[in-house]
């Protein structure tokens, strides 16, 4: 058996190239093929039309898709109406006159009516229904009549909140998103008690919407409820619905591709489902044209299988065989040489210049994956050494002076405020040493800075005025912990020590739209306006003068630290007199959760 296979392939190899791939392309590859032709042409009718309807369904997915984007814009604006508190409170308000109800009107429902209907060209109409018998009729607010408590009946009885109706009021179609405005009753002790019926109506624009679907250019689509009533497509006129059969009656040659249920899509339309339509005589022609490319491809293809198969040779192929095959390997990160004749020709040339890089590769990834181990060490000790120093830098200049001073007081006098002045460097005391958190609420950090300012009027009597101010928006944010009370203590220190009449602490935290504005401002000496500028580069490490204190870098470091470079520090010559200080950051409430992430 072995010799007969040793003779068979000598043979073989006798053969001229040319001669072998020929007889083989004939017998392997143009006998089969033929009669495989055959018998797909016979069948190609049904695999065309699977992929012409695969295409309808993709287009029509495309316009189906857009069609929900304008529904689920009405959808938002619906819950918008549904959460805003100035809506619950007009239509909740017992009115006394005809004045005070429209008073109310023209303040909070009008312009949400008159901004909706501008800016979603989906809606027609948006009414708001209750039973509160002291409101009247006006545009897009109506008392909840016997009529349209069926509208509320439906969500009742099926326990739905948001839900679609759909039929004819007044002989005109409508469907209509209706939302039941029971949030706050629900959620806000105030209106629990509340026995007034209300709810959101949403008329769709069904001119608008229809001629969404018309962008569908392979046919029709058409979009019935649970009944089998079409409600939208591009033939329907303005006030027109009907059943699907009566309108493709007018459409010559449209025959159904399929159809699927619009509640896959948009849940709130139960039981609704579009249909999609196309041409008949355009799928005869398109199925004629590719069984005429497809012979086309049939005949090119074994012609240029021939000259491709005369031209291959067995090097070639062999050798390529092994490229690819170290090629896979490269892309597993095994990068081996290639240890072959691989020749001088351009396949040789092309396994000598992989060899190359593959040492040149496997040597860099090795020297870069060390590289980057130590890189992100040395980062991690770097950034938690800076968080560490600043953390534990504390000024002995303020604890040691508070403390003589009410040592002294305290030998010279016997007064309750000494001892209410250690009950409050105990509690500074405790939030220094107790670095638990690096955040903390702004009332919290306000709290601890009022306790400052106490302990420092303690110290320097009716001297000593301050105001802090705080928008209430803004207490519970939490904030990089001790980035107002350094500067606070540099504002008594510069800016109140030296000063010999009444000094004047102002501290305000505001809230800016996305920001939070932080002033601390002083009626000190203050400085002239090249030494605020000198003063404010050191802050910022921008020039190598020692002319800033190690509070104000402290915090601007913490800043840069936590927020990058999302915030801005700027000093400034106060109103008062002195310097004022004016730190922004962002107000994020999800702050806590960031930086807990990155420390994770």
């Not at 009718?45 to 929900?68: M, P, R, V």
């Not at 984007?69 to 604006?77: F, S």
């Not at 040489?337 to 040789?348: L, P, Q, R, T």
């Not at 509070?551 to 915030?567: A, I, P, Q, S, W």
Request: aromatic share 12%.
């Amino acid at each position: 058996m072995k010799r007969f296979m040793r003779r068979s392939i000598k043979i073989v190899n006798d053969i001229p190239l040319f001669k072998k791939i020929f007889s083989i392309f004939f017998i392997f590859v143009f006998i089969p093929l033929l009669f495989l032709s055959s018998q797909f042409i016979s069948q190609i009718d049904f695999y065309i039309n699977d992929k012409l309807h695969s295409q309808l369904e993709n287009a029509s997915s495309i316009t189906i898709s857009n069609f929900k984007k304008a529904i689920e814009l009405a959808i938002n604006l619906a819950y918008t109406i549904y959460s805003d508190p100035r809506v619950i409170e007009t239509v909740n308000t017992r009115y006394f006159s005809v004045e005070e109800f429209y008073d109310a009107y023209e303040k909070n429902i009008k312009p949400i009516l008159q901004n909706a209907r501008i800016l979603y060209p989906q809606i027609s109409q948006i009414t708001i229904y209750c039973d509160n018998p002291t409101i009247l009729n006006a545009d897009g607010l109506a008392f909840l009549t016997d009529e349209y408590k069926k509208f509320l009946q439906k969500g009742e009885k099926e326990g739905k909140n948001l839900y679609v109706l759909s039929g004819l009021e007044n002989e005109k179609p409508y469907v209509s998103i209706v939302l039941n405005l029971n949030f706050y009753e629900q959620y806000v002790p105030k209106y629990q008690q509340s026995t007034i019926k209300k709810f959101l109506r949403i008329d769709l624009n069904r001119v608008y919407l229809n001629s969404i679907l018309s962008t569908f250019k392979d046919g029709h689509i058409f979009i019935a409820d649970k009944k089998g009533t079409v409600y939208f497509s591009d033939l329907l006129y303005y006030n027109q619905v009907g059943r699907l059969g009566e309108l493709l009656k007018e459409e010559k040659n449209q025959t159904i591709v399929f159809e699927k249920l619009l509640s896959i899509e948009l849940p709130y339309f139960e039981n609704w489902r579009y249909i999609v339509t196309t041409n008949n005589s355009g799928i005869s022609k398109r199925l004629f044209e590719h069984q005429r490319n497809y012979l086309a491809i049939v005949v090119l293809c074994f012609t240029l299988a021939f000259f491709a198969l005369f031209l291959i040779v067995n090097s070639v192929v062999s050798r390529l065989s092994v490229l690819a095959r170290h090629i896979k390997k490269a892309r597993k990160q095994q990068f081996e040489s290639i240890n072959i004749e691989a020749g001088k020709d351009e396949i040789g040339q092309v396994i000598e210049e992989f060899n190359i890089m593959a040492r040149k590769i496997k040597e860099l990834l090795e020297k870069e994956i060390k590289y980057e181990l130590r890189q992100k060490e040395l980062a991690l000790e770097k950034k938690q050494a800076e968080i560490n120093a600043l953390q534990s830098q504390i000024n002995p200049h303020f604890l040691f002076n508070t403390l003589e001073t009410i040592r002294m007081r305290s030998m010279l006098k016997k007064e309750f405020e000494t001892a209410n002045a250690i009950k409050l460097l105990a509690k500074l005391l405790k939030r220094s040493i107790r670095w638990e958190n690096d955040l903390i609420t702004i009332e919290e950090e306000i709290s601890a800075i009022y306790d400052y300012l106490e302990i420092q009027k303690y110290r320097f009597g009716e001297k000593l005025k301050f105001e802090i101010e705080v928008d209430e928006d803004v207490k519970s944010t939490k904030i990089p912990k001790m980035t107002i009370q350094p500067l606070v203590e540099n504002a008594c220190v510069h800016g109140i020590e030296n000063s010999k009449g009444e000094g004047r602490i102002v501290v305000k935290v505001l809230k800016e739209g996305d920001m939070i504005a932080i002033h601390v401002e002083d009626n000190g000496k203050g400085l002239e306006d090249d030494k605020i500028t000198e003063l404010l580069r050191s802050v910022k490490g921008l020039s190598s003068d020692k002319v800033s204190s190690v509070g104000l870098k402290n915090v601007f470091r913490r800043l840069e630290l936590f927020y990058n470079k999302d915030f801005s520090f700027e000093i400034l010559r106060s109103q008062l007199g002195g310097l004022k200080v004016v730190i922004k950051i962002p107000n994020k409430r999800d702050f806590e959760y960031a930086v807990q992430s990155v420390d994770s």
